[in-house]
C-alpha cells in the first residue's frame, strides 16, 4: 500500500508536461508490482509492471521505477494527454497468492 | 474474447436481502478473485480461487461467499446485506496468482 508521507491523492498536471506518480509499499519481501489505471465507471486497467530484480522498465510513454532501498515506486508518464486523467494504482505482490493495493491518485490533466 | 463480464452492472438492495453477483471469464485463466473498492481505500481483496474446486478468503471476507465449480465462473454472494457492503465490487482473473490481473467493469452495489 501507499504511505502517507509519499502519497499524494491528487495530482494536477498540465497537458504535454511529464507527470510523476509516487507510491511507497509496505513489504520488504514483496517482489512483484503493478501499475494500473482506473477511468471513471471502469474496471482498472494494466499499465506496466516490475519485478524485484530490476530497477527501471520502460513502455510505450510510460516508465517505472523501483527503489527497493526506501520501498518506493513510481510511474512516470511522458508528455501526458488528457487520455491520461484517471486514478492511478500501484499494487504489491507480498504473498503467492494476492495483490495489495494503495489508495490510488487521481491525475487530472489541464489543457 | 471478451474477457472479465460482471453482472449486473448497478443494484439495489435492501437490508437483510440476498443476492450473487456473477462474474465470468474466458480466457481460460486459473486464478479468479473478487475485490471491493470504498472511497479513499484502494480495492480489498473478498475472496479468491486458484482454480475450480479451491477457494480461500482474502482481508475481508465476513458477509460473502464463493463457490468455483468451473473454470470460467466465479459468483460472489451476499447472505443479508448490511448498508456496509455498499461498494463497487470488482472480479480480476489472471493467469498466476499475485501477477497482472485483468478487472471486469465492476458492479455498484447500493444497500439501504
Known amino acids: 500500500g501507499e504511505s502517507v508521507g509519499l502519497h499524494l491523492p491528487t495530482l494536477s498536471v498540465q497537458e504535454g508536461d511529464n507527470s510523476i506518480i509516487n507510491c511507497a509499499y509496505s513489504n520488504s519481501a514483496s517482489d512483484y508490482f503493478i501499475w494500473y489505471k482506473q477511468e471513471s465507471g471502469k474496471g482498472p486497467q494494466f499499465i506496466i509492471d516490475?519485478?524485484?530484480?530490476?530497477d527501471k522498465r520502460q513502455g510505450q510513454r510510460v516508465t517505472v521505477l523501483l527503489n527497493k532501498t526506501v520501498k518506493h515506486l513510481s510511474l512516470q508518464i511522458a508528455a501526458t494527454q488528457p487520455g491520461d486523467s484517471a486514478v492511478y494504482f500501484c499494487a504489491e505482490n507480498n504473498d503467492d497468492y494476492k495483490l495489495s493495493f494503495g489508495a490510488g491518485t487521481t491525475v487530472t490533466v489541464r489543457a | 474474447n471478451a474477457g472479465v463480464t460482471q453482472t449486473p452492472k448497478f443494484q439495489v438492495l435492501k437490508t437483510g436481502q440476498s443476492m450473487t453477483l456473477q462474474c465470468a471469464q474466458d480466457m481460460n485463466h486459473e486464478y479468479m478473485s473478487w475485490y471491493r473498492q470504498d472511497p479513499g481505500m484502494g480495492l480489498r481483496l473478498i475472496h479468491y480461487s486458484v482454480g475450480a474446486g479451491i477457494t480461500d478468503q482474502g482481508e475481508v471476507p465476513n458477509g460473502y461467499n464463493v463457490s468455483r465449480s468451473t473454470t470460467e465462473d466465479f459468483p460472489l454472494r451476499l447472505l443479508s446485506a448490511a448498508p456496509s457492503q455498499t461498494s463497487v465490487y470488482f472480479c480480476a482473473s489472471s493467469t498466476k496468482p499475485g501477477t497482472e490481473a485483468f478487472f471486469g467493469q465492476g458492479t455498484r452495489l447500493t444497500v439501504v
Open positions: 516490475i519485478r524485484s530484480n530490476m
